[in-house]
């Protein structure tokens, strides 16, 4: 059996994703003392009041080790901050500092114009059809990892 990697879908995404950061999150961090993968554990915790580790990696599909070293690197970076869990005492919240919104505000016209030129190469057809495919992949993605320990 042979292996066809230019019709190897999971071989295209990654390229396709790696292609993307590359033209994207890691060229805008660069100035930055944070890496492309801080950049997207940043503007999750942007997005929330305060958010858990865990929850940091369900959104983002980051393994939870990964998401830690981010958060403890944007910690010493004094972007984020950790407090105690109110209603679960073995987790953290992590919360976005002063310092930490000012970067994600920064980034965020950069981030969204770079998003726009991708997304402009799409109709909106297109653009929502390659949602809609990306939903279904995510998904079988997610149902691969559940029963596959």
Do not use: C
Not at 68 to 75: A, F, K, M, P
Not at 89 to 117: C, F, H, V, W
């Amino acid at each position: 059996m042979s292996l066809k990697l230019s019709e190897h879908l999971p071989f295209r995404i990654a390229v396709l994703s790696n292609l993307m950061k590359q033209g994207s999150s890691d060229f805008f961090v660069k100035d930055t003392k944070m890496t492309g993968r801080d950049w997207r554990v940043l503007a999750i915790i942007g997005l929330q009041d305060s958010i858990t580790p865990a929850e940091v990696s369900t959104i983002t599909g980051m393994d939870r080790a990964t998401v830690t070293r981010s958060i403890q690197h944007l910690e010493k970076l004094q972007l984020v901050s950790k407090k105690k869990h109110l209603s679960d005492g073995r987790s953290r919240l992590i919360a976005i500092t002063e310092k930490g919104q000012q970067t994600y505000q920064a980034l965020i016209p950069q981030m969204s114009r770079n998003g726009d030129a991708f997304q402009q190469v799409l109709s909106d057809g297109e653009f929502r059809l390659f949602l809609e495919l990306i939903d279904k992949l995510q998904s079988k993605a997610i149902d691969i990892i559940k029963h596959n320990p």
